[in-house]
């Protein structure tokens, strides 16, 4: 998977990404207030293989004139129907407000909707302000049943049938 969109690309993750992405995943987390769990929440973040590539999902890296400026996912969960769950959709402050969340989150839709999977969940804290905007203006719902201990918001988005 290789996509453009303005000055950066999308990317499929790879090895050498690992400490890169994760750092900015932890760098993001704090700019919020909010922990990284290295051995817990967020130890698929530098588990790619085990949780995204060996599962059936994706992780994706933005890169950035050689920079990783953002980062997502998605891996089959058992919760619902067919189901995935989008994680570790992250953007640097320096490349917000362009237009790449919605971006990444419609290409992120389209990757599920073509493997045949009916339902994206995601899960949020409310301090994300910009992300439960996007999840909430692009179709998703809000459900219950939060997992992860820092979030407070789960949403549920069905696909069509293909």
Not at 100 to 123: D, H, M, P, T, V
Request: aromatic letters at 12%.
């Amino acid at each position: 998977m290789h996509q453009a969109f303005k000055t950066v690309w999308l990317r499929d993750w790879q090895p050498q990404d690992r400490d890169q992405a994760f750092e900015l995943i932890a760098a993001v987390l704090a700019e919020y207030g909010l922990t990284c769990e290295p051995a817990g929440s967020d130890r698929d973040a530098y588990a790619v293989e085990a949780h995204y590539l060996e599962t059936g999902g994706e992780f994706w890296v933005v890169e950035q004139q050689g920079q990783i400026v953002g980062t997502a996912g998605y891996h089959p969960i058992e919760r619902g129907e067919q189901a995935v769950e989008i994680r570790k959709m992250y953007l640097l402050p320096a490349v917000r407000g362009q237009g790449l969340g919605r971006f990444l989150l419609n290409s992120l839709e389209q990757a599920i909707y073509q493997r045949g999977f009916k339902q994206i969940w995601i899960e949020t804290a409310s301090v994300l302000k910009e992300a439960v905007v996007l999840y909430e203006t692009s179709g998703y719902q809000p459900a219950s049943g939060v997992e992860t201990a820092r979030c407070d918001r789960v949403y549920v988005k069905h696909l069509p049938s293909s």
